[in-house]
């Protein structure tokens, strides 16, 4: 723990330095990264690395987003597709969990014994090149001020953006609600919600693309939808047996479109639960102070439900723990009713910041009175409760949020629309983007995107899960804008993708890749002086594969 300690020291007086200068204070850099994601620290570290200055201008207060705010289960697809910066974050998570005293619950080896599976021994952490994909939220946030640190990035935080100002195509600087301005040659934007994209004019979409638009299959409204649904019959009426009387709470009004048409719905966020077993490590959770257990009858039926069916309902169909290290979890979504807040983040990509802060408001609460509810309400089976009262927040993550996660799933949001566009045919081999930046290997994936009433039964919306046929090519084209519209900006996250295709590129592994090769070719345009649609691919592709990364698939 030391050596977070002095991580976080030298972060606060390296990153917060000017904090407390005139509100008109200027900042100029080669390149300006706006969104401390992970994929904002590989682009800023990458830049430095290619001796350019670089600065990360946050709107919140972390570093890292989802991989430091409780997504410690990776998704990854297939491990060897990941090189780069990226890969390096893994190794070094590696060697944090080398050392005996970074085991503080639990050892090494009761660890990845829990663990089982391909990660079952705790040799798998030897060697300079391994590699862990499981660990904890504060052990990622540090690892990310260690490296910006290392390259003395300076890091702007709490910097809500406020406007862009252009000449011409050209974004020339952005100014934050407190009045600083950042000027650079080069533009990033690194954020989940593509906000500098949309500010400076770029085209983008939400939602949904109807399938016969590029010619998909996955992309739309879906027919059915088989997996994480309600697998007996749930009336979904406050009434049971009346429509009359309205829809129960968590219900979707409407028949939910016609299958295979496009929608401005966006796939359900969640938070990524760290929480833990561990009694001397464990707080309570909270209800909401809103908590209202009537909110949560649809789950209370579906228990109902289950058991009359005669099922014999278990925690685990409720949500999916994934064991990291010390005892601690990532919990995702699983099943029916979940950990997933269905239908209520449609006006979050658009939204401002008070928009926002309220839906990730209740997204909390929703969160905290379905585990409230789960653990106390006597219509849930007490084998079900006895286990979730079982489990609280860690009182050693998330310290200023109350050991609640610093980050909400954004899965989606807007995303460019760019003279390339990354579809399913790409995730399915049918078509090979010629100037690949990074390999994507997750499943086609999307989680639900509304829960709706069907032949006077409750049904989710929305889910697709389907591999693709191996790790494929991301065209450089995605990540810049058309010419006519921005000629200094990369987008390494809200790429130009159809819905489905960005379900299968949006992890954080990928990211990092995306915001390491949106920063190389940045660099390349700087010493060019030339717009970022003009980049020597050749240029960009020697440098890429000479820091590791990985362009191609031949196995």
């Known amino acids: 723990m030391k050596t977070q300690v002095v991580v976080r020291c030298c972060l606060l007086s390296f990153c917060l330095r000017g904090s407390a200068i005139r509100s008109a204070e200027v900042?100029?850099?080669?390149?300006?990264v706006y969104g401390g994601t992970s994929a904002g620290?590989?682009?800023?570290?990458?830049?430095?690395?290619m001796g350019k200055t670089a600065v990360i201008v946050e709107f919140g207060r972390h570093l890292g987003g989802l991989t430091s705010g409780g997504l410690g289960a990776t998704d990854i697809g297939n491990k060897a597709a990941i090189?780069?910066?990226?890969?390096?974050f893994y190794q070094r998570v590696a060697a944090h969990y080398r050392q005996s005293s970074s085991w503080t619950r639990e050892t090494a080896d009761e660890y990845f014994t829990r663990r089982g599976g391909a990660q079952a021994a705790a040799s798998t952490l030897n060697g300079p090149e391994a590699t862990l994909w499981t660990f904890e939220p504060h052990v990622a946030e540090d690892i990310f001020f260690r490296m910006i640190n290392e390259a003395r990035t300076p890091v702007y935080l709490q910097q809500r953006l406020a406007?862009?100002?252009?000449?011409?195509?050209?974004?020339?600087?952005?100014?934050?609600?407190?009045?600083?301005i950042f000027r650079a040659k080069m533009f990033i934007d690194a954020t989940y919600e593509g906000d500098l994209m949309a500010k400076a004019g770029v085209s983008c979409f939400v939602g949904r693309e109807a399938n016969s638009k590029y010619g998909e299959t996955l992309d739309g409204i879906r027919a059915g939808t088989p997996k994480h649904q309600f697998i007996v019959p749930v009336d979904p009426y406050l009434k049971p047996g009346d429509s009359s009387s309205g829809l129960l709470p968590f219900i979707q009004p409407g028949d939910g479109g016609v299958p295979g048409d496009g929608d401005r719905r966006v796939q359900t966020y969640n938070f990524r639960l760290c929480l833990t077993t561990n009694t001397e490590n464990r707080m309570p959770i909270a209800?909401?102070?809103?908590?209202?257990?009537?909110?949560?009858?649809?789950?209370?039926?579906?228990?109902e439900a289950l058991v009359a069916a005669g099922k014999k309902p278990k925690l685990a169909?409720?949500?999916?723990?994934?064991?990291?290290?010390?005892?601690?979890?990532?919990?995702?979504?699983?099943?029916?009713?979940?950990t997933d807040f269905i239908g209520m983040n449609y006006g979050y990509p658009d939204g401002g910041y008070s928009a926002r802060a309220?839906?990730?408001?209740?997204?909390?609460?929703?969160?905290?009175?379905?585990i409230h509810f789960l653990a106390t309400s006597p219509r849930v089976p007490e084998n079900i409760r006895v286990e979730m009262q079982k489990f609280g927040l860690c009182k050693d993550e998330f310290l200023d949020t109350g050991g609640w996660p610093n980050q909400l799933y954004v899965r989606e949001a807007r995303r460019m629309v760019a003279d390339y566009i990354m579809t399913e045919h790409n995730c399915r081999g049918q078509e090979a983007a010629a100037d690949s930046i990074g390999l994507a290997a997750y499943n086609m994936d999307s989680h639900n995107c509304q829960r709706i009433v069907k032949n006077s039964h409750v049904e989710n919306e929305g889910d697709v899960q389907v591999p693709p046929m191996k790790?494929?090519?991301?065209?450089?084209?995605s990540i810049v804008p058309k010419a006519g519209e921005c000629e200094n900006l990369f987008v390494p996250i809200c790429l130009s993708a159809t819905h489905i295709a960005y379900g299968s590129i949006r992890m954080e592994p990928v990211f990092m890749i995306l915001g390491q090769s949106a920063a190389t070719a940045a660099c390349l345009a700087i010493d060019e002086k030339v717009a970022a649609q003009k980049v020597n691919y050749p240029k960009l592709r020697a440098r890429l594969l000479a820091d590791r990364q990985i362009l191609e698939w031949r196995k």
């Open 41 to 49: 620290v590989a682009a800023a570290v990458q830049a430095r690395r």
């Open 27 to 32: 900042i100029e850099s080669d390149i300006c």
């Open 358 to 370: 309220r839906i990730w408001k209740e997204h909390e609460d929703y969160t905290r009175g379905f």
């Open 287 to 303: 209800p909401p102070a809103n908590y209202d257990s009537t909110k949560y009858e649809l789950l209370a039926r579906y228990l």
């Open 163 to 180: 406007a862009v100002k252009k000449e011409g195509t050209r974004i020339v600087e952005i100014v934050a609600e407190g009045g600083k």
């Open 471 to 477: 790790p494929y090519p991301i065209s450089y084209r």
């Open 317 to 338: 169909e409720f949500w999916n723990p994934i064991w990291m290290p010390n005892e601690k979890t990532d919990i995702n979504n699983n099943g029916g009713f979940s």
């Open 83 to 88: 090189g780069g910066i990226a890969r390096e």
